[in-house]
Each structure stands twice: as C-alpha cells, then as structure tokens.
C-alpha cells in the first residue's frame, strides 16, 4: 500500500466544521533515514512524537460535527506541520530531553524533500478542505503532556489556544468554564499566537472562525475516553457558535 502523508475523513460530509488533527501520527516514513529516527520506541510513544488520543477525539469530533477530519500521518519529529517554513523548531534535534539523532544533520536539501512529500501535500489538502465552503470554521485538536521534564504539573484538563481572532475562542472559554469539573487553560498551555503555524495560514489568514484545542493527555489515552470527550465537546461547540453566530 502506498504510503499516504495525511488521512481524511468523512470528505463528503456538508457541515461546515473542519477538524484538524496536525499531530495525528508517530509514523516515521520509508524515505526518512530508512523508517527510523534513532529515537527509543518508548519516546516515539510519549508526545513529543506525536499529540497522544488527538486523532481520536479529532475523528470523533468531526463525525459528531457532521464535518470532514484531515489528520497528519508523519511524525512531528520528522517535521512539525504546527509550524511555519522558516520556524527553527520545524525540524527538531532535541526535544523534552531526547535527542533525534536522524535530524543532526538533517541539512537544507533534506529539509526541503521532507516539506515536499509530507508538510507541503498535507497543508495543501487542508487548504482545499477549508475553501469548500464560504462559511468554514475550523477546530485544531492537539494533546499535551501532564509535565515535561523537571518542570511543575499542569493543572488544566482542557486548554483553548487563539491569537488576534476570538470571536469564537473567547466564548467557548467562557462556556467550557461553566463545567464543575473542568479546569481550563486561557492560552495554556500553550500561547496560540505562532506566526505562520496551521492556525495562521488556514484560519486567520482567511479570516476563518477558528479554535485550538489541547486536551491533557491523561486524559484520552483510550478509545473510549477518546469518544467521550468528542461527545462531549460536540454538543457545547454546536452550542457556542450558534450564539455567537460565527
């Protein structure tokens, strides 16, 4: 079977909901360094190779949403689709304390043969998805680690990601933080202003309602956590964009 860099889901699904999945796969294609990047088969497994329960709860979302899923089948270590063309962390040699021995000397030639067979096909599939129709919003999907290495715990269960657009994040906040149970990251724990990553490029650039949602991984390590967490989210983004009217 002939390897694909990105899945899609539900392509002929009307709604108007894209979800996106940028770190959907710890997947090390033939071409890179034989399949392999030198890395232990424990760190391929942890996050900083790929967004842990993301695809799950994104194929979930999208099919609750009634709306197509386009997910990434490489590795962010092989190269970070999350990240511009000229971002120095788009091809990483060091990350949470684990070397990449494959990507030492990955120099500008290698570079730019993975941005053609991976990065550049999944971003233009994600770009024709987002123009199918006028009026598209686009929810990202990403997971992060309870702690990285020698830093304090993260409290948040959920953590909602924007930039300059928040007509539609800032509601959903406000919404999600009516749950009892949930503790809810306002930029954390990431902050959601990365010039030239997914969001940029396909939302704003587009002045496309857009939210990215980071789940703790802990969280939707199973498929049915997965799947509960998608049926959750599903009813409550419905809820908000209709109020807001994005």
Request: net charge negative.
């Amino acid at each position: 079977m002939m390897y694909q860099p990105y899945e899609i889901d539900g392509a002929g699904r009307g709604a108007r909901w894209l979800v996106t999945c940028d770190h959907a796969a710890n997947t090390v294609p033939p071409f890179v360094n034989g399949g392999c990047l030198g890395v232990a088969a424990a760190d391929m497994a942890r996050h900083i190779a790929y967004d842990v329960g993301a695809a799950g709860v994104a194929l979930g979302l999208a099919q609750a949403l009634d709306g197509p899923a386009i997910l990434s089948n490489f590795s962010r270590l092989v190269i970070d689709p999350n990240r511009g063309e000229d971002d120095p962390t788009l091809v990483m040699k060091l990350y949470d304390g684990t070397v990449v021995p494959a990507n030492r000397h990955a120099d500008g030639p290698e570079i730019e043969r993975r941005l053609n067979r991976l990065y550049r096909p999944y971003h233009t599939a994600l770009s024709q998805l987002a123009a199918r129709r006028d009026d598209t919003v686009i929810v990202s999907v990403h997971s992060f680690t309870p702690q990285f290495k020698g830093r304090p715990p993260r409290p948040w269960h959920i953590g909602l990601l924007y930039a300059a657009d928040t007509r539609f994040a800032r509601p959903l906040l406000a919404r999600l933080r009516e749950e009892p149970d949930l503790c809810v990251g306002d930029n954390e724990p990431y902050g959601g202003h990365l010039p030239g990553d997914a969001i940029a490029r396909h939302a704003i650039a587009h002045e496309r309602p857009n939210v990215l949602i980071e789940l703790r991984n802990d969280l939707i390590e199973t498929p049915a956590q997965q799947a509960a967490w998608a049926a959750r989210l599903a009813p409550i983004l419905t809820e908000v964009a209709g109020k807001v009217g994005v």
